[in-house]
């Protein structure tokens, strides 16, 4: 596991490791296109209320409470893979009396109505800055994809979270458009002796 989490991340690791993860000699191909032995549907995680829950929770206590960040006024990315994380997340600070508003990034703007390509309190909140979220970053392209539909509706974008980052390209991507990424957990957290790492 990172050597900078400042507290016990041995249960979600775990949950990660036993119910996101998976390795196997005949690599998968990945959303990106690429392909590797190492595979994380972290949707086994988001979409369970109870790992939902415990993932939240450090999240808040590492980046928020521990860590780095200022509570934020807004959260989101692109959905599906950000969209449990932004609800979830936005659950916890309300609970530590914070609020903080869930964005959900589409991938193509509606089709009729208002032609929306994010939805939320978007008019409420005009002009913020928005803590880009995703479930699993390999080249950064989803997440590269909110951060230019949130700059463009007049959002501030410098920062973006992930659970995990599968250290393909995706951190310096990001940074090379102005975007710092936090990590929970990396590849190389879940590769142990003998594994291909790749």
């Known amino acids: 596991m990172s050597s900078e989490s400042v507290f016990d991340t041995s ?3 775990n949950l990660i490791k036993d119910h996101a993860y998976a390795y196997r000699q005949e690599p998968f191909t990945l959303a990106s296109g690429k392909t590797s032995h190492h595979y994380f549907n972290c949707k086994k995680i988001t979409l369970h209320p109870a790992r939902l829950s415990l993932l939240c929770d450090h999240i808040y206590l590492r980046f928020f409470v521990d860590g780095p960040l200022e509570l934020p006024v807004a959260v989101g990315g692109l959905t599906l893979g950000a969209d449990p994380l932004s609800y979830g997340i ?3 600070f ?6 903080c508003y869930p964005l959900v990034v589409r991938k193509e703007a509606k089709g009729h ?3 929306r390509l994010i939805e939320g ?6 002009g913020e800055e928005v803590l880009a979220l995703d479930d699993v970053i390999t080249t950064g392209g989803s997440t590269l994809k909110a951060v230019k539909a949130l700059r463009e509706a007049g959002f501030k974008v410098n920062r973006a979270l992930c659970i995990v980052d599968r250290q393909e390209g ?5 940074g090379a458009e ?3 990424l936090l990590s929970l957990f990396r590849k190389s957290d879940f590769i142990e002796e ?3 790492a790749n």
Not at 94 to 99: E, G, K, N, Q
Not at 121 to 126: L, P, Q, R, S
Not at 170 to 174: C, F, H, K, T
């Open 94 to 99: 309300i609970a530590a009396d914070h609020l």
């Open 113 to 115: 109505g208002m032609a």
């Open 194 to 196: 003998g594994m291909n």
């Open 178 to 180: 102005g975007v710092a």
């Open 170 to 174: 995706g951190e310096e991507a990001l």
């Open 121 to 126: 309190e978007v008019e409420a909140i005009a």
């Open 90 to 92: 936005s659950l916890r």
């Open 11 to 13: 249960a979600l690791f």
